[in-house]
């Protein structure tokens, strides 16, 4: 079963504008990674924030993550066409010993 | 570096056949994960073999296995063959310092796999 539940599902937007995803998951976590999957091909791995940081940043990506609601969120500025994919999030559970997705958001960019 | 590469990239097969897939990690990584994709379960940990020994392991039926070489390579076998195998089969590679989930993990392109 699924970590958690990403929020929105789906999400549209026009280029430069910015997107927001968020995840919750259930369970207490080491860390929570984001990742980005084009049209069914591998993960690309995004960022990676530990369970005692509050806030990272790399490039036009901005991830939070709130413990205490066991959530997080995936910022991305001035979108491209090129953003256009889907987006993970994933916990390790813990020490499950696996990284545990959720179901994704798939964001498409408008040129 | 070169990436992780996984062969075959597409493969049809018929339902009772078994089928091997195999993984290369980027060099240096120790840790090999795969995870199975369908549209209807999402992403989910086969398992996870370090050093050649299997450190972590999902929940899927024995029909399942892994093997990892002395070279850090590995392998997937899934015998007997049901539709709902069908997926994407991805595998990932990580340098393996800590288990799994709690690296940074690389992954390949997958071997999209139909069961007819």
């Known amino acids: 079963s699924q970590q958690g539940e990403e929020d929105p599902q789906a999400l549209s937007i026009q280029e430069g504008e910015n997107a927001t995803m968020n995840c919750s998951y259930k369970t207490s976590i080491n860390n929570l990674q984001w990742y980005r999957q084009n049209s069914g091909r591998g993960l690309v791995h995004l960022i990676l924030?530990?369970?005692?940081?509050r806030e990272k940043h790399s490039g036009r990506l901005r991830v939070t993550l709130d413990t205490s609601k066991k959530s997080s969120s995936l910022l991305i500025t001035a979108s491209r066409a090129a953003d256009t994919a889907s987006y993970f999030c994933a916990t390790d559970g813990g020490n499950t010993g696996k990284l545990i997705f959720g179901q994704g958001t798939t964001l498409q960019v408008k040129p | 570096k070169a990436g992780v590469t996984q062969t075959p990239r597409y493969l049809i097969k018929t339902r009772g056949q078994q089928v091997t897939l195999s993984c290369s990690p980027i060099s240096g990584h120790r840790s090999v994960s795969w995870y199975q994709q369908t549209p209807g379960q999402g992403l989910q940990f086969l398992f996870e073999y370090f050093s050649e020994t299997q450190r972590n392991k999902g929940n899927f039926p024995g029909r399942f296995s892994g093997r990892q070489f002395s070279n850090s390579r590995s392998e997937m076998n899934v015998s007997t063959l049901e539709l709902g195998d069908s997926a994407l089969y991805l595998c990932a590679s990580s340098l393996g310092q800590l288990a799994g989930g709690q690296e940074t993990q690389y992954f390949g392109p997958g071997t999209r796999l139909l069961v007819l």
């Open positions: 924030i530990r369970s005692n940081e």
